[in-house]
Structures are given as C-alpha cells and as structure tokens.
C-alpha cells in the first residue's frame, strides 16, 4: 500500500484501480485475487445470511437478499462527495 500511496501522490491521473491499466501496477497485481479471498471469508463467516457477488469486475457480497456491498480498495473515495467523474 506504501507504493500505492507514493504513486497516487506523485501521479495526478492514478486512481488506484478505478481503472483498468491500474492493475498492471505491482501494488494491485494481485487486488482481485485478494477481494475475491475477503468475499468467501465473510461468507464462510456468515454464510446463512450472504451470498457472492460481483457489481461488474468488483467483488463483493450480498447481505439478506437486500443489502449489496462493494470490497474497495482503501484510496477509493466512497463518500457522497465524488467529483463530477463519479466512477464509484
């Protein structure tokens, strides 16, 4: 994650995978593979209740039919105030 915080200080158009060229980075070589990991986690944690899911090429899971939730990666700006770009 250090890396991935030097190159989002020092690279204004790095989005930290919000892209897809991001990934070719060595911090998120291995992103997917790792949500994939923290998703079966929290099912096989609370597997009576949640379900698997991908929101396009993001993992993440389903809670009581209802809830959808996205893993994100720490930098992604979650909050409702997103620039007029808004990826998430």
């Given at each position: 994650m250090?890396?991935?915080?030097l190159?989002?200080?020092s ?10 060229e ?11 593979n ?17 379900t ?7 993992n993440g899971f ?7 939730v996205?893993?994100v990666?720490?930098f ?8 007029e770009?808004?990826?998430?």
């Amino acid at each position: 994650m250090g890396v991935g915080l030097l190159r989002l200080m020092s690279d204004i158009n790095y989005n930290s995978g919000l892209k897809e060229e991001d990934y070719s980075k060595p911090e998120l070589l291995d992103w997917k593979n790792f949500t994939k990991e923290l998703q079966q986690q929290f099912i096989n944690s609370f597997s009576e209740k949640v379900t698997g899911s991908t929101f396009g090429e993001l993992n993440g899971f389903t809670l009581y039919e209802n809830y959808k939730v996205i893993i994100v990666h720490p930098f992604w700006n979650v909050s409702t105030n997103q620039p007029e770009e808004n990826i998430l």
